[in-house]
């Protein structure tokens, strides 16, 4: 796309000069400016669902160039320094249909980030504004513990993790235990989850061989 003819400006005799180095130098101009915008219609989200994109591919006059329908690669990088992130997008190539592409994109990367796009032609690369990925709901509760047997009156650390459809961590969630068989105790009710997610009790067994059963759950 930005590979044009430019020999147009040879009619022009050595007494044109002057015309003719304005025209180079407006062309070159022209040509320079082709780039992309970008369009997403939230501020923050949850990760893992849906918001929508809108790819334009425009010229130096800012009109959109309807002959463009090369691939355009996208990928997730840190809104602050445009460093690559973890993270998947639920699109990562797409194809210009006459210079424009609508979608519904998902991220799973959480943060502050920007959606970046590149193409094989030599555009400049281009970001979208910042996007606030949030963890989502607690889609998944994991309960894990050092041991599965224990002695009477001996204690064991639990550890829950929150996780959400994405599987990033859920932090600042409310989660309730409870035992609901057996006649061991556990050190706390409920606690709030760290920025990982997790939550930590001790849990003590009873005098008596039995199985317990502890439960953990978030509104």
């Known amino acids: 796309m930005n590979k044009c003819c430019i020999h147009i400006l040879s009619f022009y005799d050595d007494s ?14 022209f040509v320079c400016l082709l780039h992309y915008e970008v369009v997403i ?15 334009s591919f425009k010229n130096g006059n800012n009109e959109t160039v309807i002959s463009a329908n090369h691939v355009v690669n996208l990928s997730i990088v840190d809104a602050a320094n445009l460093t ?13 249909q006459n210079g424009q592409r609508a979608l519904t994109q998902t991220c799973t990367a959480v943060g502050m980030i920007r959606i970046k796009l590149e193409d094989e032609i030599g555009t400049a690369a281009a970001y979208s504004d ?5 963890a989502g709901s607690v889609a998944a509760i994991n309960i894990e513990s050092e ?16 996780m959400d459809k994405a599987d ?7 989660v309730k235990f409870s035992i609901i068989s057996g006649t061991g105790v556990l050190s ?14 001790e849990f003590t067994a ?4 039995e199985t317990n059963m502890v439960r953990a759950s978030v509104d």
Do not use: H, Y
């Open 84 to 96: 690559e992130i973890s993270g998947n997008l639920q699109f990562v190539s797409i194809n210009l």
């Open 16 to 29: 044109n000069s002057i015309i003719r180095t304005s025209l180079v130098a407006s062309w070159d101009l």
């Open 206 to 209: 009873g005098r008596v061989t």
């Open 168 to 174: 990033n961590p859920v932090a600042n969630k409310e």
């Open 41 to 55: 219609d939230e501020e923050s989200v949850a990760a893992g669902d849906p918001f929508q994109m809108e790819i």
């Open 130 to 134: 910042p996007l606030e990925v949030l």
């Open 188 to 201: 706390d009710t409920s606690k709030i989850s760290d920025d990982n997610g997790q939550v930590a009790v």
């Open 147 to 162: 041991k599965t047997e224990i002695r009477a009156l001996e204690d064991v650390s639990l550890t829950v993790s929150l």
